[in-house]
């Protein structure tokens, strides 16, 4: 199966369990890899029989910038909810991350993997 990269996508949201981290919006970066059949437009060089990835990345960073969730595991979920959504997608990984959110860490964050269903 082929992949399509959305690679390093940094937006500003509020994602946190504590007071502080509610008060303001914090780095998020996401990492996305969607799976698909590109042999299509591998062929025709017609962006219609492809995924859009400015299309995904733009839906993506407009809900983390507004979904206001507690955990960057529901963040995850949502995204790669939104990943499958889209026509073609049949397999999608996400990585949400916290830059700098655990002191002599650069980053923390989640990593999944899910398949459309049927």
């Known amino acids: 199966m082929d992949q399509l990269i959305i690679k390093d996508l940094f937006v500003r949201g509020i994602i946190g369990v504590n007071d502080w981290e509610r008060e303001k919006p914090q780095e998020i970066l996401i990492n ?11 062929e025709s060089d017609d962006i219609e029989d ?12 407009e809900h983390a910038e507004t979904a206001n969730r ?23 990984r996400v990585r949400v991350e916290k830059p700098g959110a655990v002191r002599f860490a650069q980053s923390v964050g989640v990593e999944i993997e899910r398949s459309r269903q049927g």
């Not at 492809?50 to 993506?60: I, P």
Request: proline residues 2%; positive net charge; contains cysteine.
């Open 70 to 92: 507690l955990t960057v595991e529901r963040l995850a979920t949502d995204l790669v909810k939104i990943c499958l959504a889209e026509p073609g997608v049949l397999k999608a």
């Open 50 to 61: 492809s995924v859009n990835y400015r299309t995904v990345a733009k839906k993506v960073q």
């Open 32 to 42: 996305i890899v969607l799976f698909a059949d590109l042999s299509k437009v591998g």
